[in-house]
């Protein structure tokens, strides 16, 4: 298998399921950690991304479809294209508007479902044939808090600001109006965002 991505929790590798492309994520071993303990918390932190994934699927939210897991790795569908943080910057102004509306309307269908991201940035979202995946729920969590949820979209806000400045006005007020859109407690959200702005500011 091809390796794609080496992080410090884990390897992508490119294989293949039923005659196509695959990912493979396979949890890294700590060798810090007591091997059965290890292997437990592997585990269940991979078992905790497959159910994750699923369930935003069945949400209605694009996520790579979960093929298998155990032993501490899942195999998914291949999601082809771009990652959003590496296209975001240099596409035309009509293709850039819908991409700003489908983040918030993903963020939106993951919060309706009770689910928070956790890593909810533009490096875990790819464009693939005009529509938005997102990927990487490693950190995710089931949640109807506003807090968590806020902080989600502080993540995203903080990814937009940090990678995406330039584009940060007009990108953030159009995925914060399609998320508005489609969840019905948003705007509770948003009004707890700014709040953690504040905090984050003169902290």
């Known amino acids: 298998m091809k390796i794609v991505q ?5 390897v992508l590798y490119m294989s293949t399921h039923e005659g196509g492309k695959a990912l493979v994520k396979e949890r890294v071993r700590k060798g810090y950690r007591i091997k059965e303990l290890d292997d437990g918390i592997r585990r269940r ?5 497959a159910r994750m994934l699923d369930r935003a699927r069945r949400a209605g939210v694009k996520t790579p479809k979960v093929w298998g897991s155990g032993d501490g790795k899942i195999t998914m569908e291949w999601i082809g294209g771009k990652r959003v943080k590496d296209c975001l910057n240099d596409m035309p102004k009509n293709e850039g508007l819908k991409a700003y509306r489908l983040m918030g309307e993903a963020a939106a269908g993951l919060h309706k479902a009770g689910i ?7 490096s875990n979202m790819m464009l693939e044939g005009g529509k938005l995946y997102l990927i990487d729920f490693g950190l995710s969590k089931m949640s109807d808090k506003v ?7 502080y993540l995203l806000y903080e990814a937009m600001r940090s990678t995406h ?3 940060l006005e007009e990108a953030w007020k159009n995925v914060l109006k399609a998320y508005v859109l ?14 953690i702005k504040a905090r984050r500011r003169y902290a």
């Open 147 to 153: 807090e968590d949820q806020a902080v989600d979209m």
């Open 116 to 122: 928070v991201h956790g890593d909810l940035t533009t």
């Open 45 to 49: 932190r991979t078992r905790m991304e």
């Open 6 to 10: 080496r992080g410090a929790e884990a």
């Open 182 to 195: 489609k969840y019905t407690i948003a705007n509770a959200v948003i009004k707890r965002l700014d709040k």
């Open 165 to 167: 400045f330039r584009l």
